[in-house]
């Protein structure tokens, strides 16, 4: 028999043991009632907390990523102008040239044209030749100067679409990041205290494949069966774009109420994930716990233990799914900054290939300049030799022409009297042909 006392009349009385222990059984049973209501109720005050900070401090981040962007954009814009104007400033260059190219080239030919007139028919034909390679070389340079005006106009489209698609991929990424917010919100409205007593392991599983079919079509999330290393993991989870493997993630999932007799800690299960992680050729670690939960430490959100070990995270099951998509989405983000530094690395090649072009033709249009050069003083140095030729031939003709008059007086002066003055013997001669006459 036991003795009871009554905590209000203070009147004493006996049980057996059998009504003893349902008495106390009762008592028990209550006082775990509440303080398990009490406790879900305190554990549900929290995740609110945490949510809605969590949820403020992903806003701050999506918002100051949007800013960067921006400023990105703006920078880029700025860049576009820049190299406008520096386009505007080398046509208007390349315009005066042209200019000032075409009038030394009118000079040039009024002054043959001049020089033509002076000189034979050979020499006529060759400043024409000559003539006829300078308006050529001025077509080709013209040519190249409307072929170099279209690729810095296909360049400019090609920048305009570019800019376009960037900020698509942007509203693009901000709508996702919102909708992600949006599911956050959801789930913490419907956690409840039959997560606690559902299997942690079927619960992740069940989150997952829930958003499955339309975030992560082609990935791979399934149990780690493959003990061949002495240990394995819980989960696997693996994800592709475009055939290629991006992230890998080795989970290990840890539920409280599946410790009874001793408590663990989380700090007990890293080493075996960190090896598991490694064996498996998985990139990251994630222990989904319910361990420790009075330690505010992991109550906070997601806590990185990187600094313990590589590429190790710890989550609550609330952050089970948040966790996925940021290291996916960075994930994600390696891949595009790959393709921006290819674009990148390409866009510098093809600079690099237009300033080559642009320099190689203003090398190719000097060499013709010069020897279009040369050959102009060459002909200039020949038509001046055959002026010169010219010019002693007519002295030398002129001189002739004195001579030859010279010669005709002196035929003209020339008589029989003269002839045979100081000449008797023609003088008697010329007498005796007359007397015959």
Do not use: W
């Amino acid at each position: 028999m036991k003795e009871l006392k009554c905590p209000q009349c203070g009147s004493v009385f006996s049980v057996d043991e059998a009504d003893y222990a349902s008495i106390v059984s009762q008592v028990k049973t209550q006082e775990f009632d509440a303080e398990v209501k009490s406790r879900l109720e305190e554990i549900s005050k929290q995740n609110e907390v945490r949510q809605e900070a969590e949820s403020l401090k992903l806003s701050q981040e999506f918002q100051g990523k949007l800013n960067a962007k921006e400023v990105e954009l703006s920078k880029r814009d700025s860049e576009i102008v820049k190299l406008q104007a520096q386009l505007d400033g080398f046509n208007q260059k390349k315009e005066l040239e042209l200019s000032a190219e075409r009038a030394k080239n009118n000079e040039e030919i009024a002054r043959l044209k001049a020089l033509i007139e002076l000189s034979d028919n050979r020499t006529r034909v060759a400043v024409l030749e000559e003539q006829n390679r300078a308006k050529d070389i001025i077509q080709a340079k013209e040519n190249s100067l409307v072929e170099l005006r279209s690729q810095i106009d296909v360049k400019q489209k090609e920048a305009t679409i570019r800019e376009a698609n960037l900020k698509e991929n942007y509203e693009r990424q901000l709508k996702q990041k919102q909708e992600l917010v949006d599911y956050y919100k959801d789930l913490k409205a419907k956690l409840s205290t039959k997560m606690i007593g559902e299997s942690l392991e079927v619960h992740c599983s069940n989150e997952f494949n829930r958003v499955r079919t339309t975030m992560y079509p082609y990935a791979y999330f399934e149990k780690d069966n493959d003990a061949s290393h002495g240990s394995k993991g819980d989960f696997i989870f693996r994800d592709f774009a475009d055939g290629m493997e991006y992230i890998s993630i080795m989970f290990e999932m840890k539920n409280e109420m599946d410790e009874t007799a001793t408590k663990h800690k989380n700090e007990d299960f890293l080493a075996k994930l960190d090896k598991d992680r490694r064996e498996k050729g998985c990139e990251y670690a994630v222990l989904v716990s319910l361990l420790e939960p009075e330690n505010d430490f992991y109550n906070e959100g997601i806590v990185d233990m990187s600094y313990r070990y590589p590429k190790m995270y710890v989550v609550r099951p609330q952050f089970f799914m948040p966790l996925i998509s940021l290291l996916t989405q960075a994930s994600k983000k390696s891949i595009e900054y790959q393709r921006e530094l290819l674009v990148a690395r390409q866009q510098s090649v093809d600079v690099t290939n237009f300033e080559n072009k642009l320099n190689e033709f203003r090398n190719r249009f000097g060499n013709h300049y010069q020897r279009a050069s040369d050959k102009f003083n060459k002909a200039i140095e020949e038509i001046d030799k055959t002026i010169k030729s010219l010019q002693k031939m007519k002295e030398d003709l002129l001189s002739s022409e004195n001579y030859l008059r010279l010669a005709n007086n002196d035929t003209e002066e020339l008589t029989i009297k003269k002839l045979t003055r100081g000449n008797p013997t023609m003088k008697q001669k010329f007498e005796e042909a007359r007397e015959v006459n």
